[in-house]
């Protein structure tokens, strides 16, 4: 015989984590839910397209989904830039170089100036 | 209210005179409100157990207490009773004199580890059974409370044997003081003129106490407290291979096990079921005195409750392995909560559906007290043919739990 204060306890363990039980379509097989409490999972506001959040500067949500096109493009777009930063990179070093060089001149002008 | 604000004062009272360890202080006072109350408290030399230990039996018992040290050379005479020899002699009658530690209120042992066997023995039949022998004689011992203190370390020691330490409800343990607290210290011992027991009023008396304890022990525990009692202790006691009657012991015992990284692993030598009764007596009387009680301090006072009552297969430092043990359990508790598993206990316990087992067997093979739970109901299951011998988890896991599927008599 179980005691009343056992029973009790289940009891209020169940309300306070309820299963919900739904009878399915084919036959007799029964589904079983988890119900409503406060472990469920909290739902933050935010989109899940990587899109929306990179182009409409939309706050991603926590999980964001990326398709296949979306990711080759972001591929293509991330190589591009990569070029682009090489080249940049190298249009730098030449002007650095320039600088340099423009900047010996104009002393060496100045100096054969004062002699 | 005024009984609960004379038991405030008394924690005032004692903390004014008594540095740090605050937790300690609170449990202790938490634990003399039921009948019989006994306490142990632990620590290293100089730290205070014997001067805590004597402010709280004369904030309780005034100049009513008695205290035996281990330290001295303790007979039963002076502990129990002795034998009056003038009527022996003169009227050849044998008339005990009992002790004035039996007949004291405040019951104080300074020194536990160091009274010889045969004194220990006393005392521990004075917890068991609330009464004395001497030369043929009982006596029944009243209401009272019970004080003791030991330096685990000290090397000269008896060693007691554990159902005698099961007998203390709490086991307090004492730190030694920080830098800023010595100063603390120093200056307390100032003000009292060097002696803080002299100086400590009797803020309860024992006529209060007996109404607290009266009080306290009518107050009614919420289903979910209680279970939560349970769970725990059963938490820390259960083992699918029956650790209690098996000859070999954990680690050994545990090769192969399927509960190899649980809790049960861990603990050598489980605790008994006072540590339910103990637990029970602190959370009935936290609600009495600050008019509720929580799952948290359920854990708190766990740790306070265990110690010496179980044995770990690694001890570094006792509180705080147990400590580490009562967090996972925390997790663990929160986690049946979220596999639904008292729901579905819940559910199955009012009639068998196949979808709601499947679900349970799920949760039996991560958790050994659901597990005992649902071999419990299997068994009925089966008798009631409801399930066939060999589809049940027991007999797939092969898991025996002694009085449930082993040979029974059917009658």
Redesign the interface.
Known sequence: M?SE??????????R????ERKQSGVGER?W?F?GESK?RAEIKRGTSDIIDSLYFGEEPSRTVVIDRRVARMLQERLKGLEEENLRLYKHIRIMKFTILALLLAVFGIIIMLLM | MALQSKVMDLEKEIRSRFIANEEAIKMLILNQLHPRSTTLIRAPRGVGKSTLMLLLLKGMAGEDFVVVSGASEVKRGEVVGRLHIPSLEKEGVERVLWAAFVKSRGKGIDELNRLNPYTTANIHHLMQFGEVWAYGQRSKVEDYILIANENPSDPTSFTHPPPFYDRFDICVYLRTLTFSEKFQLQDLLEKHDWNLVESMPQVLSFEDLQEIRAEVADIELEPDLIGCINLLVRDFQSCIREKEISEVKPPVLCEGCHFIRDICGMIKEPVSERATVALTHLAKAAKWLYGKCSIEDLFSMALWVFPHRLNLIRTRNILGDIQDLLERERVKMEDRRLRRQWTILNELMKGFNLSLYRLAREAAVEDVVFAEELIRMEERWISEGLLKRGEDIASQMGWRLYGYNQWRLKM
């Open positions: 179980e204060i056992f029973k009790k306890f289940l009891e209020a363990e169940s306070r984590a309820p299963i029964l079983l988890w472990d």
